[in-house]
């Protein structure tokens, strides 16, 4: 008998996608090794059946004759006999005019012994008040062991309004507890009142996916111990074993349960709480690296919009200008707007002037933008400065040579000088190293926390720690 772990497994779902064309819809699923019994490629149509073309691994086409067909349902439906040949299927359908079309592909176990690889989705919470972050995680595993390296990204759809994908990471830092356990996961700031459903895609990216042979556990490593002032070491932290994949590409969807925001306007969300600080010391130098926070949380996109091109012939020296204006294109899609301001009206020169922009849609911040702001005296040259929003607007270090000291009075240790630290792009590396007088056999513990641009603090970084003696 199978085990339990896939024999709920069932029917699989490979791909389920949509497109409202009058044109081609064309696509690529990955059927792999563990799946291909009863595969089934079921396409829906709106308005008219179009034209459908699927295309196996080896390059034979099934065409609209193969598939069974359903008016009152409008549907197409190809049933793949036997076991569906492993590789890419592609498929192509000529919608014949405008309408919407998705197709849906499933498929079962090829084998009784051989477990499949499965995706499970969800949020940290099914009603969103506010009050805590929200975290879209999904897990990818074969038989209990967890599938790392893998291309996972999330589309979350509102009720009305714009749908939002992210490209969920398994990488320890944001919203990931632990890297490379297979749980992939990302914070989710653009709420927006109403109902939003959850889908999850995964594929197997650049061939790139590996096993762990076991999932992480949730206790640190210790790198050793003081007994009467002296370091003792404990044996170094074992690697975690990985195995490539034999399957090959693969392709997965999966649904989690839709959740319910109950807030108009989200609130201002703080840089994420930094979890991978790593210290060493080398000689009298200290090197610290960690992963750059976003300026919410740790993600964020930018709405793309088409680019309108103009050409203006002068004739003669003259002053020209242009002014290009727009309404809302849809009542139910709010656009994107600009806010600019400066931190003060009245300039003496006792502190420091900074220009702000402002860009969001429907209250949802509009990051990775090119911003730049001119600056015209009434006499003289105009200036231009670039704009940046670059996550976390300053760090804030600290050490101690007690440990309980930095993790409970964080304020009231050693400071370190980040004036020349520029905070990077959430997920960048950063790294920040500096000179100071270290005897030989001493343990030293670092922390940070960043703030951002509305004077919000992150949470403080886990505890790193390093030695003169070789503990890092």
Request: net charge negative.
């Amino acid at each position: 008998m199978p085990p339990k772990h896939y024999r709920i497994w069932r029917t699989g779902l490979l791909e389920s996608t949509g497109k409202r064309t009058a044109d081609w819809f064309n696509g690529t699923v990955s059927v792999d090794s563990t799946v291909g019994n009863k595969t089934s490629f079921l396409i829906i149509y709106e308005l008219s059946a179009p034209t459908a073309y699927i295309q196996t691994p080896s390059g034979f086409i099934y065409s609209q004759a193969d598939m069974s067909k359903d008016p009152s349902a409008k549907t197409l439906t190809l049933k793949i006999p036997g076991t569906a040949e492993t590789g890419d299927w592609k498929y192509s359908i000529l919608s014949g005019g405008l309408q919407s079309l998705t197709i849906t592909v499933t498929s079962q176990a090829a084998r009784s012994d051989v477990p499949p690889i499965i995706v499970k989705a969800h949020v940290n919470q099914q009603l969103i008040d506010g009050s805590k972050p929200v975290i879209v995680f999904a897990e990818v595993s074969q038989n209990y062991r967890p599938v790392i390296n893998a291309e996972v990204k999330a589309t979350l759809e509102p009720e009305i309004g714009i749908s939002e994908q992210l490209e969920l990471l398994d990488n320890g830092a944001g919203a990931d507890a632990f890297k490379d356990d297979g749980i992939y996961s990302r914070y989710f700031t653009k709420l927006v009142k109403g109902r939003i459903s959850l889908k999850v895609r995964v594929k197997n990216k650049d061939g790139q996916s590996r096993f762990t042979l076991h999932r992480k556990s949730g206790a640190l490593y210790v790198p050793g111990y003081v007994v009467n002032d002296k370091v003792e070491l404990n044996p170094p932290k074992p690697p975690v074993p990985e195995q490539p994949l034999v399957e090959g590409n693969f392709s997965r969807t999966a649904t989690g349960e839709s959740f319910q925001v109950t807030i108009s306007n989200p609130p201002i969300y703080p840089p994420n709480k930094i979890t991978d600080l790593n210290a060493e010391i080398q000689e009298n130098t200290v090197l610290l690296i960690w992963t750059a926070p976003g300026e919410d949380f740790d993600q964020g996109t930018v709405v793309v919009t088409g680019d309108w091109k103009y050409s203006i012939l002068s004739g003669g020296l003259q002053s020209l200008t242009i002014t290009v204006t727009s309404q809302a294109a849809r009542s139910d899609v709010p656009p994107i707007i600009v806010k600019a301001h400066v931190n003060q009206q009245l300039i003496d020169g006792s502190k420091p002037v900074i220009v702000f922009a402002e860009v969001s849609q429907n209250y949802r911040p509009v990051i990775n933008a090119e911003v730049k702001a001119t600056l015209e005296p009434e006499i003289g040259i105009s200036e231009q400065l670039e704009l940046l929003d670059i996550g976390a607007a300053k760090y804030e270090i600290r050490w101690s040579d007690d440990v309980e000291m930095l993790r409970l009075n964080f304020s009231n240790s050693s400071l370190v000088n980040t004036s020349a630290v520029s905070p990077k792009e959430a997920g960048s590396v950063e790294q920040h190293s500096f000179n100071m007088t270290i005897e030989n056999g001493t343990t030293l513990f670092f922390a940070l926390r960043s703030e951002d641009n509305d004077d919000a603090k992150s949470e403080i970084s886990n505890i790193a720690q390093a030695s003169t003696s070789g503990l890092n």
